[in-house]
């Protein structure tokens, strides 16, 4: 379940529900180092996998979010294996990668609490990366390769914009490049995982053995079942006056 709010309670609540892992966004949520790590902590008592989106595939930014104690990265934006290289490089010190060494400083170490932790460090680490182009699907088996790849997250959304069906996450090409992503990515031997919010999509690619899916998000549930509810008590004209504002 994605978590797009920004609130630590509502990531708490949503940590609670049962579900397997917890997606913190700072790409398209308006999430920042702070309110990311308070999330961090408030769904650390709860039996969910926190998961959290840098906004880009950036050196420096991978560093912070995994100082603040973030362990699983889906890295957006990954095209090619190059890029997938980048990211595993930046998720661990030297001489396998290039993060920078502050753990004295930082909550993932707890402030040089945990022994050993520099060496250790990439054993916590689990670096997902997203396919959502179609030049990232045509080198998908590249990407799945990358040592250090643990696991490809695959965005249709993304994906359809740049096939020139924006919106259309169920183009039969769009669903055609989804499924040749998966078969190459379990071909790598790697996990691999996908976003589909709508159950019937969720549901066929769960029976075609994806190993993770994101199948809904806080702000979405609260947004359509905000609706529904005020659909049962307000008149539609007065409904529908609310929900356009004159600017913001």
């Not at 920042?32 to 595939?57: D, F, I």
């Not at 950036?58 to 190059?82: R, W």
């Not at 932790?117 to 990407?143: D, G, K, P």
């Not at 019937?200 to 994806?210: C, E, I, P, Q, T």
Request: proline letters at 6%; glycine letters at 8%; aromatic letters at 6%.
């Amino acid at each position: 379940m994605w978590v797009c709010s920004g609130s630590p309670l509502i990531a708490e609540l949503c940590a609670g529900a049962g579900f397997d892992w917890t997606f913190i966004d700072a790409e398209h949520s308006p999430n920042g180092l702070e309110s990311v790590l308070a999330q961090l902590q408030a769904v650390r008592g709860y039996p969910t996998v926190p998961v959290v989106r840098p906004p880009v595939n950036d050196t420096v930014l991978i560093k912070q979010f995994l100082d603040l104690g973030a362990q699983t990265l889906i890295i957006p934006m990954v095209h090619s294996a190059a890029d997938a290289e980048a990211a595993v490089a930046a998720a661990h010190y030297p001489p396998r990668g290039v993060r920078g060494v502050g753990s004295a400083l930082a909550r993932s170490a707890r402030w040089n609490r945990i022994p050993d932790y520099l060496s250790r460090a990439s054993e916590t680490v689990t670096i997902i990366v997203q396919i959502e182009s179609a030049e990232a699907v045509a080198n998908a088996a590249q990407i799945a390769a990358v040592d250090g790849v643990d696991g490809v997250f695959i965005g249709p959304s993304d994906l359809a914009a740049s096939m020139g069906v924006i919106g259309q996450q169920d183009h039969p090409d769009v669903v055609a490049a989804v499924d040749e992503s998966i078969r190459a990515v379990k071909a790598a031997g790697k996990f691999v995982g996908v976003n589909a919010f709508g159950e019937a999509s969720a549901r066929r690619y769960m029976d075609l053995g994806v190993d993770f899916v994101g199948v809904g998000a806080d702000v979405a549930l609260l947004a359509r079942g905000s609706e529904a509810l005020a659909a049962k008590f307000v008149p539609q004209d007065a409904a529908q006056q609310a929900g356009t504002p004159a600017s913001y």
